[in-house]
């Protein structure tokens, strides 16, 4: 049975790796500790994410007007409430694109936090958000001449 739930959690491990963005527990004493812990459940967010992304993009004047595009990485605690806090950007490619990803990010409707044992726990998550010209031209509606 401990082969099994050792075999269990490092798939966990692994799959969580592997995963565009990447989470990780926090320490209920420590909201800054990079210790790891195990959980039973991951947070999920409450419907689709990136439909969630798409329908709440604004693309900044500035990145559009420069032809800035990229991926920024936001982190932000999935508290046991499932409310967003902490939200600090970590990589950015510029022209506002890092202050709209931020934005969205803190926006979300809440998450269902992590749990463990049967209790609620924070979670720090990591998001990876691309901001593409090519598909944000794609959704834009044609425009009326």
């Not at 969580?16 to 790891?36: H, I, M, R, T």
């Not at 991951?42 to 419907?47: E, L, T």
């Not at 902490?86 to 409707?109: F, S, T």
């Not at 992590?114 to 090519?134: C, D, V, W, Y």
């Amino acid at each position: 049975m401990k082969q099994k739930q050792q075999f269990i959690y490092r798939l966990f491990l692994l799959v969580l790796f592997l995963l565009p963005g990447s989470a990780k527990v926090l320490s209920q004493s420590n909201a800054n500790s990079d210790e790891f812990a195990v959980v039973d459940k991951i947070p999920q967010f409450p419907g689709n994410f990136q439909a969630y992304v798409r329908e709440n993009m604004k693309y900044p004047a500035k990145a559009l007007q420069d032809k800035v595009e990229g991926k920024v990485y936001v982190q932000a605690i999935i508290d046991k409430d499932g409310s967003i806090t902490e939200v600090k950007i970590l990589e950015d490619p510029g022209a506002g694109l890092g202050e709209e990803a931020a934005r969205m990010i803190k926006e979300m409707p809440k998450w269902i936090p992590a749990s463990h044992k049967g209790e609620s726990i924070r979670m720090l998550i990591k998001f990876p958000i691309t901001f593409s010209l090519l598909s944000w031209e794609k959704g834009q509606p044609e425009k009326q001449e």
